[in-house]
T-cell receptor, first 113, second 112 residues
Framework: QKEVEQNSGPLSVPEGAIASLNCTYSDRGSQSFFWYRQYSGKSPELIMFIYSNGDKEDGRFTAQLNKASQYVSLLIRDSQPSDSATYLCAVGYMDTGRRALTFGSGTRLQVQP | DTAVSQTPKYLVTQMGNDKSIKCEQNLGHDTMYWYKQDSKKFLKIMFS???????INETVPNRFSPKSPDKAHLNLHINSLELGDSAVYFC???????????FGPGTRLTVL
């Protein structure tokens, strides 16, 4: 059973602060890791993916991966009220030739103006 | 130039009815998926098709039947709808050989 764990939150941060979202996963063989943002009533929107250990930066977003600890995080710098959403961590796995993603249940982020 | 589209956006129906949801992607992707997102926002894969071939069929009731007429379309037919089927159903697609998935806008199904 492949599992992805996230704290459901809400995580509340003031505008301009750094929001740190965390995710752990159970399958040590996983090779691809994704962060999706989902606004209320909308579909998941891909914001970052990371395949290698270390950091990957894209604008205000930084994804961090530590495969030894089976840990993925997303940092959002200079948080804005428009960043308020649920952030879903997803982990890719390969099983008998098929590829799929397992999603965490999401962390709700609230950015206070 | 919508990438992944679904119809209808909302579907309200009575228990016991049969309904279909349609999905189309114009991204040229090889793989398409159906997900169910329940009221707790947990997103769970139901089916995956690769080039019209069923790849993943998770533990869902056999009242749910996917059909892929071609690589760009994946439809979901649901027979004998039950109250517990109420959820948002998302279609997604990904390019061949990658896990990166792009989601459609979702279909909110309400069974009364």
């Amino acid at each position: 059973q492949k599992e992805v764990e996230q704290n459901s939150g809400p995580l509340s941060v003031p505008e301009g602060a750094i929001a740190s979202l965390n995710c752990t996963y159970s399958d040590r063989g996983s090779q691809s890791f994704f962060w999706y943002r989902q606004y209320s009533g909308k579909s998941p929107e891909l914001i970052m993916f990371i395949y290698s250990n270390g950091d990957k930066e894209d604008g205000r977003f930084t994804a961090q991966l530590n495969k030894a600890s089976q840990y993925v995080s997303l940092l959002i710098r200079d948080s804005q009220p428009s960043d308020s959403a649920t952030y879903l961590c997803a982990v890719g796995y390969m099983d008998t030739g098929r590829r799929a993603l397992t999603f965490g249940s999401g962390t709700r982020l609230q950015v206070q103006p | 130039d919508t990438a992944v589209s679904q119809t209808p956006k909302y579907l309200v129906t009575q228990m016991g009815n049969d309904k279909s949801i349609k999905c189309e992607q114009n991204l040229g992707h090889d793989t398409m998926y159906w997900y169910k997102q329940d009221s707790k926002k947990f997103l769970k894969i139901m089916f995956s098709y690769n080039n019209k071939e069923l790849i993943i069929n998770e533990t869902v009731p056999n009242r749910f039947s996917p059909k892929s007429p071609d690589k760009a379309h994946l439809n979901l037919h649901i027979n004998s709808l039950e109250l517990g089927d109420s959820a948002v159903y998302f279609c997604a697609s990904s390019p061949g050989g990658t896990d990166t998935q792009y989601f459609g806008p979702g279909t909110r199904l309400t069974v009364l």
